[in-house]
T-cell receptor, first 114, second 112 residues
Framework: EADIYQTPRYLVIGTGKKITLECSQT?????MYWYQQDPGMELHLIHY???????EKGDLSSESTVSRIRTEHFPLTLESARPSHTSQYLC?????????????FGPGTRLTVT | GIQVEQSPPDLILQEGANSTLRCNFS?????LQWFHQNPWGQLINLFY???GTKQNGRLSATTVATERYSLLYISSSQTTDSGVYFC??????????????FGKGTHLIIQP
């Protein structure tokens, strides 16, 4: 079982602000992911990483950016928040060597842009 | 990419009833997972089951990989089972995005 932490859990912010959503995992997993989930909808992959200095875009286009400077940390940044960014953002990680591709999720950040 | 379809979209049951949720997927999978999303939005891992059968208490799951479907069984439902159940799959091609594709979920309501 993975321990994945996301902060903040809830964020209400005004249009134009820069925000960073934090995601950390303590299991040393190489792979990490960000998913976006609009209310009442399914999750969509927006970013993923295979390890330090690796970042890739997912299936759903997103104006957010990510970085992976340390194995345990995978923050997501929005340079200028807009109401269309209102959504829930969930971070996940997996360790291929143990249970191949099984992903574990953090508690999510619910973002509201006013 | 892989397509994931879940049925039924909504299900309302009385406490104590049994239920079967279905997930169809369009390709061979490396990963097939079932999740329960609670009212606070957190995804709880239920099963990692790309093939075979697993059981955990009142819940069990079966994936028939050759026929490209998975079933989640909930027996003796409790009100705490309410929420949205997601099936998600990964068909690792080595070239595409390496993340789960989610179905639209089954919204389960257990009435007391």
């Amino acid at each position: 079982e993975a321990d994945i932490y996301q902060t903040p859990r809830y964020l209400v912010i005004g249009t134009g602000k820069k925000i960073t959503l934090e995601c950390s995992q303590t299991m040393g997993h190489d792979k990490m992911y960000w998913y976006q989930q609009d209310p009442g909808m399914e999750l969509h992959l927006i970013h993923y990483s295979y390890g330090v200095n690796s970042t890739e875009k997912g299936d759903l286009s997103s104006e957010s950016t990510v970085s992976r400077i340390r194995t345990e940390h995978f923050p997501l940044t929005l340079e200028s928040a807009r109401p269309s960014h209102t959504s829930q953002y969930l971070c996940a990680s997996s360790e291929p060597l143990a249970a191949p591709y099984e992903q574990y999720f953090g508690p999510g950040t619910r973002l509201t842009v006013t | 990419g892989i397509q994931v379809e879940q049925s039924p979209p909504d299900l309302i049951l009385q406490e104590g009833a049994n239920s079967t949720l279905r997930c169809n997927f369009s390709d061979s999978v490396n990963n097939l997972q079932w999740f329960h999303q609670n009212p606070w939005g957190q995804l709880i891992n239920l099963f990692y089951i790309p093939s075979g059968t697993k059981q955990n208490g009142r819940l069990s799951a079966t994936t028939v990989a050759t026929e490209r479907y998975s079933l989640l069984y909930i027996s003796s439902s409790q009100t705490t089972d309410s929420g949205v159940y997601f099936c998600a799959a990964l068909a690792y091609s080595g070239g595409g995005a390496d993340g789960l594709t989610f179905g639209k979920g089954t919204h389960l309501i257990i009435q007391p």
